[in-house]
């Protein structure tokens, strides 16, 4: 790699930040030699820190708009988790990214998408630092930070930066900044269990911490406290849930039967075969190639847990997977344990260590593994050959009598795991930080060491070279399984495992003072310097891309990055405060970049302000992106009604199945730039009321992506040359129509700087604080999001996403809701409270823009259902808690307090089967499948 500073670079460095410091030294300068001042009256900034300033503030209303959420706020919702606090906030949007999507790369973490700019355009920081990432991409893309590797119980406060913030912090924060403010100090102890459980079964939960802290910093010069938490969620499974949650077939209400077996292309695990000949006998893998010259009949008789069925194809055994195997929520164990040690050097002077260990297990399961699969290898027509290698009459094939092959449609349910996968990440993170007065300037010096490790198990994928040798020998025994040796099984789906890792060290410095007086006080400067680097190493999640069903991906790279800082602000007159910032990175990867910003806030009268914002920002290429990267992804798919015309609208053409999106890595990618700006007020008519309403503008150009899919697709089902960049990769033919078009199983292209994307929508919080008698306190909370347009330009003008369940192939294509919101209402004396939240996400119409027009469901009659709309989705939590003594306190709540059920949702590809979904939306209707939830607990004080 090359040096992170070139001597030009250098140089640009050092002027930079002798810019930013001469005026700062020039004011130091006069005022020491024409009316020094002495060391007792050094004017002192204030100590209110906010997000997205290195100056501190006297209000935590800036010119850019913060949401703060305080550790009371987060005891009333009744969240347990700092992903469950996060995600609820109404600006997380499309591309959010929910511990539930249980199928997707990063299996098990949980991110957030502030404007719905995917979780790799929110930068999450701890106590003002960066974080290393989780080690697997979303999408095998995106880089972000698993909010689940944070520890709740040391959560002081969570600032939420819902403006563009480069100029401080520099890649990543496009879309907002999420800063996680852990208790500096702690006095006193605190011991707390709590047991959760749904009325419907499944997802028990069972939770403990103990906080403890001793020491004064201002009488003993110290203080040092220990948080230590445990955490288990249970899974709940298909079975635990009523319909439509808990089966594939659809058919009773107007949609498909994709029930094991009753589907095309698939088998209950007491299969079914039909007599076939090799259309390709001379292939490279000939047996899959079979072509079926009769009808389809059970490999063997149905058991338990299926249902006879016969079509125009023959008879089979109907299985329903979900019900009998799907999980909806995995098991999730987290543990964890944060301490810190804060010494007071000086009066002018402290310092802290903080370190902290988090680890988090995810199990899920999905339903046993398919003999035929679409990707990697298309083993759609496999076939049983009707003699095996050694020359013997193969037992499988009840045809091998007729010397005639048998296609064949087969569940291992026999396997171990059938298709499971346990995931541990570990996050070992260690922060070291001197901060404090020197002279006038108050300065912070920090350095980070992260490192985070994940080890990977997957169970129950086919090998496919193992798979086509038993086969070919027989060693696999499809018509008496159970007679199958343990290391035949182990051999044919062994455990997939490998380990990887993120890195982060970084040092950094920012000070700040004040400078000259103007109309409406003191100006200040704050600067700041910072050094880091980044690794992460990924082995291929399925080595060789032998494994039947299972995508890929495939990340190594590193980087250094330096960077100068700095920020002015003027207090132009009483009423109107102005600042600029500006930051300069250096990447030792793709160059250099630098990133303005600038704000105002203008406060006529003590009751109203007005605000804005104008900034520049990027997004550094990620190292799936730009790195020796490679991923291939799926989403489920069906082709157009043309094609099925094409194929006598058999099972071939009408099925959905799972499409592969293939990207690979590109050096020469630039990194993602955006424009920003925020116009907005504050109102505040009663002391006790106030209100903020803000409207934000962000266009992103030179986006990231893979090419969408949809003009390679349009292109080849119209009969025209594929684009240049795309390739498509094709499946055997459709055995009933064979000279029919082929189905496209694949597309593949590079990451290209290409797209631009525009976004805009409408922030309004609104706060109550009312005494109404005595000691009776009502607080209310409202905050909402109105997304008006998030819209991308693919090459041929915008496409419009809100409302739609766009973009589809981004994270679990869970959608681009127009409306978020949430309503928090609290009654308490002191002695007791009670808190009544209601959560709003409106209406998705499921269309995919990105794939194809139209609406993207499709049923036995068309449209599915006929209004192809998921309908909104509210629910109401109940919280509360009682001082039962000066020390002990009861709390509980019930979550979904009305029990209201998650909408049918037949497109969502999140913890689904066979590319068919659990028929609901996870991500913005988990709590609707969850039902009805009770929790209690105790806190016991010490």
């Not at 949980?110 to 701890?126: K, M, P």
């Not at 106590?127 to 698993?146: I, K, N, P």
């Not at 490998?498 to 100006?523: F, I, Y």
């Not at 690794?535 to 330096?562: C, F, K, M, W």
């Amino acid at each position: 790699m090359k040096p992170l500073f070139t001597r030009n670079k250098l140089s640009l460095f050092i002027g930079a930040a002798l810019a930013l410091s001469a005026g700062a030294a020039l004011a130091q300068s006069t005022n020491n030699t024409t009316n020094p001042a002495p060391a007792k009256k050094v004017e002192r900034l204030k100590t209110i820190m906010v997000t997205g300033s290195l100056i501190p503030q006297i209000d935590v209303e800036t010119a850019s708009p913060v949401q703060v959420i305080s550790a009371q706020q987060i005891q009333r919702s009744g969240f347990t988790s700092v992903s469950a606090v996060v995600r609820s906030i109404s600006a997380d949007n499309s591309g959010t990214l929910p511990s539930s999507f249980a199928n997707g790369f990063a299996s098990g973490a949980s991110g957030v998408a502030l404007r719905g700019l995917n979780v790799g355009s929110t930068l999450v920081l701890i106590d003002g630092q960066r974080a290393a990432s989780y080690a697997l991409d979303d999408d095998g893309q995106r880089s972000f930070v698993d909010l689940n590797s944070i520890p709740l119980n040391a959560v002081e406060r969570i600032e939420v930066l819902k403006d563009s913030a480069s100029s401080i912090y520099g890649s990543d924060a496009i879309g907002g900044v999420v800063n996680i403010i852990l208790y500096r100090t702690y006095r006193g102890a605190e011991v707390s269990a709590e047991m959760g459980a749904s009325q419907k079964g499944g997802g028990s939960m069972s939770r403990a911490t103990l906080i403890a802290g001793t020491g004064s910093l201002a009488r003993d010069g110290h203080n040092a406290y220990i948080d230590i938490e445990y955490q288990k969620t249970n899974p709940i499974y298909a079975n635990e849930r009523g319909f439509p949650y808990n089966t594939s077939n659809l058919s009773s209400i107007g949609g498909f039967n994709n029930n094991a077996g009753a589907a095309p292309l698939s088998g209950s695990v007491y299969g079914a075969v039909a007599p076939a000949t090799l259309t390709d006998p001379t292939g490279q893998y000939p047996l899959l190639s079979g072509s079926p010259t009769g009808l389809f009949q059970p490999l063997r008789p149905c058991g338990p847990g299926t249902v006879a069925g016969s079509n125009s194809s023959g008879s089979y055994c109907t299985q329903n997977f979900v019900g009998q195997y799907g999980q909806l929520a995995p098991q999730l164990t987290r543990y964890a344990i944060d301490g810190r040690m804060t010494v007071r050097i000086s009066d002018n002077a402290q310092a802290y260590l903080n370190a902290s260990y988090v680890q988090v297990n995810s199990q899920s399961q999905t339903p046993p593994s398919q003999i035929q699969a679409g990707t990697p290898i298309n083993t759609s027509n496999i076939t049983l050959p009707a003699v095996l290698s050694n020359g013997q009459l193969n037992p499988n094939d009840p045809f091998a009598a007729q010397g005639e092959d048998a296609l064949i449609n087969y569940a291992f349910g026999d396997l171990p795991g059938f298709g499971s996968y346990n995931d541990t990440n570990h996050n070992l993170r260690v922060v070291a930080d001197l901060n404090g007065y020197y002279g006038p300037w108050r300065y912070d010096a920090a350095a980070v060491i992260n490192h985070t490790w994940l080890t990977i198990n997957n169970y129950g994928y086919l090998d496919f070279p193992q798979l086509y040798a038993d086969i070919l020998d027989g060693a696999y025994n499809f018509i008496n399984p159970s007679s199958n040796s343990a290391a035949v099984r182990a051999a044919l789906a062994p455990t997939i495992s490998n380990t990887a890792t993120t890195d982060l060290e970084s040092v950094s410095l920012t000070a700040s003072r004040h400078l000259w007086r103007m109309p409406g006080g003191r100006s200040a400067l704050g600067l700041g310097v910072s050094f880091r680097h980044e690794s992460q190493y990924e082995p291929a999640l399925n080595p060789g891309n032998d494994y039947l069903g299972l995508g890929n991906t495939q990340i190594i790279g590193s980087q250094r990055v330096g960077a100068v800082y700095g920020q002015f602000q003027m207090p132009l007159l009483d009423t109107l405060t102005a600042n600029v910032s500006g930051r300069f990175d250096d990447y030792s990867t793709f160059g250099t970049n630098f990133s303005p910003a600038a704000g105002i806030k203008w406060q006529p009268i003590k009751q109203v302000a007005f605000r804005a914002t104008y900034s520049k920002g990027f997004k550094a290429p990620s190292f799936a992106e730009s790195g020796a990267s490679q991923s291939i992804g799926f989403v489920t798919y069906t082709p157009p009604p043309g094609f099925a015309a094409q194929h006598g609208g058999d099972g071939y053409a009408t099925t959905p199945y799972n499409l592969g999106l293939q990207s690979s890595a590109s050096p020469n990618l630039k990194p993602e730039k955006s424009t920003s700006y925020t116009l907005g007020t504050i109102v505040q008519p009663l002391p006790d009321l106030s209100a903020t309403l803000d409207y934000y503008h962000i266009k992103k150009t030179n986006v990231i992506t893979v090419a969408p899919s949809t003009p390679a697709l349009a292109a080849y089902y119209a009969g025209q040359p594929i684009p240049p960049g795309y390739s498509l990769t094709y499946d055997n033919p459709d055995p009933n129509f064979p000279n029919a078009p082929l189905r496209p199983l694949i597309v593949s292209s590079p990451y290209i700087n290409a797209n631009s994307l525009v976004t805009d929508g409408v922030d309004l919080d609104v706060r109550g604080d009312f005494h109404i008698m005595n000691r009776l306190q009502w607080i209310s909370e409202f905050t909402s999001t109105d997304m008006l347009s998030w819209k991308e330009n693919f090459g041929q003008g915008y496409v419009q996403f809100v409302g739609t369940h766009g973009p589809y192939g981004l994270s679990s294509g869970a959608g681009t809701p127009k409306w978020r919101a949430s309503w928090s209402n609290t009654l308490t004396d002191g002695k007791w409270s009670a808190t009544a939240s209601i959560y709003y996400v409106s209406h998705l119409y499921m269309s995919v823009p990105d794939i194809q027009s139209g609406c993207f469901s499709q049923g036995a009659n068309g449209n599915f259902p006929a209004n192809c709309t998921v309908p909104s989705f509210t629910y109401v939590d109940l919280n509360g808690s009682y001082h039962i003594t000066p020390k002990i306190d009861i709390y509980g709540g019930i979550e979904n307090l009305f029990d209201r059920g998650a909408g049918l949702d037949p497109i969502d590809y999140a913890n689904g089967y066979n590319g068919v979904g659990a028929n609901y939306n996870p991500t913005y209707q988990q709590q609707g499948m969850i039902g009805r939830y009770f929790q209690l607990g105790v806190r016991v004080r010490i």
